[in-house]
C-alpha cells in the first residue's frame, strides 16, 4: 500500500463503473503507469477485455465456464488441505 501511495495511485469509485486516478508525483511517470498496469492487471481487466475480444457460442461459454470452475475447485483444495499418501493407494501394484 506504501508504494501505492508514493507513486500517487488511488482509486474513486463513482456509481457502477470504477474511475481510476493516478496522480504523477516528482515526474516519475514509468512508476505510475507501471501501478497503473499492475492495479488493472489485478482488478482482470486485461483478462476481461480478452474474453471478450472473440465471441464464444453459448456452449462453448458453459464449457469455459465449468473448466474454470474446476481449476478453480482444484486450486482451492491444493491450498486449503495437502494431501497425505495413504499407503497401497496409488502404487500401482495389487
Known amino acids: 500500500m506504501a508504494a501505492a501511495a508514493a507513486a ?43 474474453k471478450r475480444s472473440f465471441y464464444l457460442k ?5 464449457k469455459q465456464k465449468q473448466r474454470e470452475a474446476k481449476r478453480k475447485r482444484l486450486k482451492a483444495q491444493r491450498f486449503k488441505s495437502p494431501q497425505k499418501s495413504k499407503p497401497g493407494v496409488g502404487t500401482g501394484s495389487r
Open 58 to 62: 453459448p456452449s462453448e461459454r458453459m
Open 8 to 50: 500517487g495511485v488511488e482509486d474513486r469509485l463513482e456509481g457502477e463503473g470504477g474511475n481510476l486516478q493516478v496522480n504523477v508525483s516528482g515526474n516519475d511517470v514509468e512508476k505510475a503507469l507501471k501501478d497503473l498496469k499492475r492495479r488493472l492487471q489485478r482488478d482482470g481487466l486485461f483478462r476481461e477485455i480478452k
